[in-house]
């Protein structure tokens, strides 16, 4: 009785607490409401279980989950003490024992929570990037028929303008044909190209203007024109240029024609005599993107390596790192003895590097082995190697070491194939302003060239780590892209339009062809239908066609697909496992197993592995069976972790706050509020503000005490207050993120003068 009394205060017209505190900018304690006083069983007191807490009027259960209402397993004589007070439980088949009681925190150290876990990338913007030993280019020639003014336009790159003063000039196909080639502006070569489209027969032009246009075509992502001109110029030549041909089996790959593609690619290694290394190279890794089907690969390697092609080590590295990670055990024994064969052995650095798994072990690595393999390897297979140790380095964490790594690449070639690994890392980390920086601090000190796709990469990486306010980056993205300035990025103007529409970034190719292509949901016979083309999904889209699935036929053929390719996707692995489980609980009534018995196993199991995003999805359902013991369990757990995104922490926060409530403890469930209010990097979204509010509303709707009314209508005041907190939060975030961007758009449109 004393907790409620004190709630009422916190809640109460006459002693209007919260106002003072709201007004005076008083540090209040919430959790101090007669802390340390027992938590008594979660029958006594109504169905919402706790009698110091405030009581809710009396909600029934669903029928279908009464064996599962606060039901435990044998997880809890770890975790807690015996209770020695009779228990007035409602008996399960789920567990016949009792239940033990878990000790409650009033206020359990969320400080893990509130620290989003991220890996120190800042450690690449310390010390100085020199610049390396590089090639020089020659400079592009300037079209003999150009006048002195746009011959001075050509060569200082000014597209735009040149573009627009070509307008009212006749061109020759000759013309035509050595501005295409001369050239290096994407854009421009395809606005120009689309111009004389229906002026010129493309068919009758020069073989070097249609490899050109290939290109062209390739990069403003036209596959459709791309497979006629495509068509055109294999009628016109005996043997194929190999960039040519590597780029329409590129586009087939990445629309999908996944047979056509094998066939032209089989039919022209068993036909040519000689052909580039590249096109291996390039067609395995397109293959790898494309499709998980490792049998792909190993024939299309086999098949090379028959005909006596030259193959490159890296290939050679992304071969083995496929058949031992997915291939069977044939595919892995015949490229064990395949690089034996060939004195391929250097490979085997990928095992020693699969096999780090701490920080400790790869700075003993790094101290060591990396210095006699750095001594022993020849230049192409060292920066192979520099590539893998970078993959290792930032997977266990030991990001000073892959800096080092970074800077000990010998060429300029190499840093830059280097350079881009660890930017998709930093991208994958959801780092933008980082990423950023790097970019421009790399084009300051070592003369980096401006790439499109970093302006691209830039853009999916600031969008990842701020969802919320996905709408204005993209609009500023796009109106940067479109600005007359910066003429060489139109070309992505449409893709990220697209792509910020639909989000799904493998049907995108697709959907720009305008093929009609539109984002599905993977649905089993969908999958079968791949793979008959040859296309295995990938365990990410296995994911999803789980969460999907809407009878519990299509998740046991899903489940038995897995079963079938482990390498695909683990049914071991915590996240699935309870994924499966809950799909199978949710379109089976009768499934026999309880929620909270299989949970409890994998908490007790898996309690290294759970991340955030488990432990949020068990509290939740803590809170839909109202299981106050078990959701203790998870609470404490959770604590233990960091989230990896904002979006992981404001559900995890959203979560407790839900369990609270559920508790009738509004005293803590306004402890997690008040913390989030004062933490000044915390980044809630609408979304977060709109559901928090929500329950905290239902809660004040079920409340069932004396002076219910005057607690509601104070709790009311409290969530508009802070709400209102919260959206100028919010505002601010945003507004800061918004600014950030807009200088590093502004010196990145610098970038050729920084160079």
């Not at 709201?22 to 340390?36: A, I, K, T, Y």
């Not at 939060?729 to 600014?739: I, P």
Request: net charge neutral; aromatic share 10%; proline share 5%.
């Amino acid at each position: 009785m004393q907790r409620f009394q004190n709630a009422r205060i916190l809640l109460s017209s006459p002693g209007r607490i919260y106002l003072r505190v709201f007004s005076m900018r008083v540090e209040l304690d919430w959790g101090q409401l007669d802390r340390d006083k027992p938590v008594t069983n979660m029958n006594q007191g109504g169905v919402f279980g706790f009698g110091p807490g405030l009581r809710l009027k009396n909600i029934p259960h669903d029928n279908n989950d009464r064996h599962e209402q606060h039901t435990k397993s044998d997880v809890y004589k770890e975790l807690a003490p015996i209770d020695p007070r009779p228990q007035n439980q409602e008996s399960s088949n789920d567990l016949p024992q009792e239940p033990e009681k878990v000790p409650q925190s009033e206020r359990p150290d969320l400080s893990n929570l509130f620290s989003i876990s991220k890996r120190p990338m800042e450690v690449f913007l310390r010390g100085t990037y020199n610049r390396k030993p590089r090639e020089k280019h020659p400079e592009r020639p300037v079209p003999d028929f150009l006048p002195p003014d746009m011959a001075q336009l050509f060569k200082t790159k000014k597209y735009a303008e040149l573009y627009r003063r070509l307008e009212s000039v006749p061109l020759a196909p000759f013309e035509l044909e050595q501005l295409l080639i001369m050239s290096g502006n994407y854009t421009f070569i395809y606005k120009m190209a689309q111009r004389f489209r229906n002026i010129f027969d493309y068919a009758g032009l020069s073989i070097a203007f249609l490899e050109r246009l290939l290109l062209v075509l390739y990069m403003n992502f036209d596959y459709k024109e791309f497979g006629r001109i495509f068509s055109i110029y294999l009628s016109r030549v005996d043997d194929p240029n190999p960039d040519a041909f590597r780029l329409a089996l590129r586009v087939y790959l990445r629309t999908e024609n996944v047979s056509v593609a094998t066939q032209i690619f089989n039919q022209t290694v068993m036909s040519c005599r000689k052909l580039s290394a590249e096109i291996l190279d390039s067609y395995l890794k397109d293959l790898q993107q494309t499709t998980s089907n490792p049998s792909l690969c190993y024939m299309a390697y086999r098949l090379w390596h028959s005909r006596g092609h030259d193959i490159h080590f890296r290939t050679r590295v992304l071969i083995y790192k496929i058949m031992m990670r997915h291939g069977t055990p044939e595919q892995e024994n015949w490229v064990i003895q395949h690089m034996e064969d060939t004195k391929g052995h250097q490979v085997w650095f990928v095992d020693e590097l699969d096999e780090i798994e701490t920080r400790r072990d790869a700075q003993e690595y790094i101290s060591t082995l990396y210095l006699e393999w750095v001594e022993r390897l020849e230049p192409e297979e060292c920066e192979c190697f520099r590539l893998e140790c970078i993959d290792m380095l930032m997977r266990v964490g030991e990001v000073s070491l892959a800096r080092k790594v970074l800077g000990d690449a010998a060429t300029d070639a190499e840093f830059k194939i280097l350079l881009r690994r660890v930017l998709w890392w930093i991208q994958r980390d959801g780092q933008p302003e980082v990423y950023a920086e790097l970019l421009l601090k790399v084009a300051r000190e070592a003369g980096l060239e401006f790439q499109e796709e970093f302006f691209y990469n830039l853009w999916k990486t600031y969008v990842a780590a701020y969802p919320m306010i996905r709408t204005p980056i993209t609009r500023r993205f796009v109106e940067e892209m479109e600005s007359g300035d910066n003429f060489s990025l139109q070309r992505l103007a449409h893709v990220i339009t697209l792509d910020a529409k639909t989000g799904k970034h493998r049907l995108l190719r697709r959907s720009i062809v305008g093929d009609g292509a539109e984002p599905v949901l993977p649905r089993m016979k969908a999958i079968d239908s791949r793979m008959r083309s040859g296309i295995w999904p990938h365990k990410g889209l296995l994911v999803t066609a789980l969460k999907t699935s809407r009878s519990i036929e299509e998740v046991e053929q899903l489940v038995e697909f897995m079963r079938s390719n482990p390498k695909i996707a683990d049914l071991d692995e915590p996240s699935l496992k309870m994924l499966i489980f809950l799909k199978r609980k949710t379109l089976n009534p009768k499934f026999p197993l309880g929620t909270f018995k299989f949970l409890s196993s994998i908490v007790e199991e898996y309690r290294g592995l759970l991340t955030v995003s488990d432990y949020t999805n068990m509290l939740l359902d803590a809170v839909k069976f109202h299981n106050h013991e078990f959701g203790m369990v998870v609470m404490d757990r959770m604590a233990e972790v960091s989230p990896r995104s904002n979006t992981e922490l404001l559900k995890a926060v959203y979560a407790i706050i839900k369990f609270y409530l559920e508790q009738g403890r509004l005293d803590l469930a306004i402890d997690i509020l008040e913390q989030v209010k004062k933490d000044k990097t915390f980044y809630p979204t609408e979304f977060f503000m709109r559901n928090t509010k929500s329950i905290c509303e239902l809660y004040a709707h079920n409340l069932d005490v004396q002076d219910s009314d005057e607690i509601r209508e104070n709790l009311v005041i409290y969530l508009e207050h802070t709400i209102k907190v919260l959206q100028n939060q919010y505002d601010h975030v945003s507004a800061q993120h918004m600014r950030k961007l807009d200088e590093y758009l502004k010196k990145m449109a610098r970038w050729r003068e920084l160079v």
